[in-house]
């Protein structure tokens, strides 16, 4: 059965990166998109932006161009997203998701979540 | 971008009750359109794609129907387990989602 494991809770100071990762197992990691999509606490979803495992290729919302970094290690199937330059917007709990048959989200990591605090 | 507007934004309904949730699109997303299901602490869940589609595993109270701009989430006979926040989600382009619905008993 397909799984997307993420990485634990972050606490990290305003300025600072944090990498989160997404590891997949379940199915051949290089045949499906990963995306990631941000929520802010209690509200709603905001997509970042997919990176094709098996080429590298990314493609990311506007918004979030200069935010995020994503990137994969396939000899580990997993799945990375650096985020730069937090600030206490950044603060909020990311997915890591994959498409079913088309372009819906039928697999969603557990999240991870991101405080950014002195 | 396209834009969701999801309505409403709370609702509360006693067990047994069919509920309806709306979403409408700033353009035709011509039925590229998924429902989700969050429980507190959890990730979303896959309710329905394809605007009318059920995901494997959901229950048939569950539907969805619509087109063009308008589209809807219906609860059938809701249950205690119902209670959760739902999400709209377009993916005929760049994907976006609703503002969500959180659905409370009354």
């Known amino acids: 059965q397909v799984n997307l494991l993420q990485s634990r809770a972050a606490l990290v100071k305003p300025g600072a990166s944090v990498k989160l990762s997404c590891k997949a197992s379940g199915y051949t990691f290089t045949d499906y998109y990963i995306h990631w999509v941000k929520q802010s606490h209690g509200k709603s979803l905001e997509w970042i932006g997919y990176?094709?495992?098996?080429?590298?290729?990314?493609n990311y919302n506007e918004k979030f161009k200069s935010k995020a970094t994503l990137t994969v290690d396939k000899s580990t199937n997993t799945a990375y997203m650096e985020l730069s330059r937090l600030t206490s917007e950044d603060s909020a709990t990311y997915y890591c998701t994959r498409v079913g048959d088309e372009d819906w989200f039928a697999y969603w990591g557990q999240g991870t979540l991101v405080t950014v605090s002195s | 971008d396209i834009q969701m507007t999801q309505s409403p934004a709370s609702l509360s309904a006693s067990l047994g009750e069919t509920v309806t949730i709306e979403c409408r699109a700033s353009?035709?997303?011509?039925?590229?359109l998924a429902w989700y299901q969050q429980k507190p602490g959890k990730s979303p869940q896959l309710l329905i794609y394809n605007a009318n589609s059920l995901h494997t595993g959901v229950p048939s109270r569950f539907s969805g129907s619509g087109s063009g701009t308008q589209y809807s989430l219906k609860i059938n006979s809701l249950q205690s387990e119902d209670v959760a926040s739902y999400f709209c989600q377009q993916y005929y382009d760049y994907p976006t989602f609703g503002g969500g619905t959180k659905l409370e008993l009354k």
């Open positions: 990176i094709n495992p098996n080429s590298g290729y990314t």
């Open positions: 353009e035709d997303i011509y039925n590229g």
